[in-house]
């Protein structure tokens, strides 16, 4: 006796597609919780000084899918630094392109000077980007996917 799909293909599709958000969901969520503990930890670094606060603004987060983005940090202002939150925002944005499929968190120090400040030996993402690297690996494993 063959064997006989009862299940009209549409419940099937409905039903697989229904299980993709849900996992897309989940894996958006725990990269926002990944990237709000890397900004904190970015964010709490006090091994440089940020006398204008336009690098400390510069820091944040967007998460894409597919190329779109979903979500992001609110680069907060620090001190007087609105154009290095704008700049953080903008440069986080235009590095999303360069990740057209999946999810990407993509975590930033839009400042232009913020690579010459981490050559100096300070910590402007370091901290952030080992976290990220332990975090990451360990709330995957907790989804089981």
Same mark, same amino acid.
């Given at each position: 006796?063959?064997?006989?799909?009862?299940?009209?293909?549409?419940?099937?599709?409905?039903?697989?597609?229904?299980?993709?958000?849900?996992?897309?969901?989940?894996?958006?969520?725990?990269?926002?919780?990944?990237?709000?503990?890397?900004?904190?930890?970015?964010?709490?670094?006090?091994?440089?000084?940020?006398?204008?606060?336009?690098?400390?603004?510069?820091?944040?987060?967007?998460?894409?899918?597919?190329?779109?983005?979903?979500?992001?940090?609110?680069?907060?202002?620090?001190?007087?630094?609105?154009?290095? &939150? !704008?700049?953080?925002?903008?440069?986080?944005?235009?590095?999303?392109?360069?990740?057209?499929?999946?999810?990407?968190?993509?975590?930033? &120090?839009?400042?232009?000077?913020?690579?010459?400040?981490?050559?100096?030996?300070?910590?402007?993402?370091?901290?952030?980007?080992?976290?990220?690297?332990?975090?990451?690996?360990?709330?995957?494993? !907790?989804?089981?996917?």
């Amino acid at each position: 006796m063959p064997i006989r799909q009862t299940t009209p293909q549409q419940e099937i599709d409905a039903y697989m597609a229904e299980q993709i958000k849900r996992i897309e969901y989940a894996l958006v969520r725990t990269m926002q919780y990944v990237g709000e503990r890397c900004l904190i930890a970015a964010r709490k670094s006090k091994s440089y000084r940020d006398i204008t606060g336009n690098l400390r603004s510069s820091v944040g987060y967007v998460i894409s899918v597919d190329g779109n983005i979903v979500n992001s940090s609110d680069f907060d202002t620090v001190k007087n630094g609105e154009s290095g &939150a !704008k700049e953080g925002y903008e440069y986080a944005c235009s590095l999303v392109s360069q990740f057209p499929q999946g999810i990407c968190l993509i975590v930033v &120090a839009g400042k232009n000077y913020a690579q010459y400040v981490t050559a100096k030996g300070k910590d402007v993402l370091d901290s952030a980007e080992l976290l990220a690297e332990q975090l990451v690996p360990k709330m995957l494993s !907790k989804l089981k996917l």
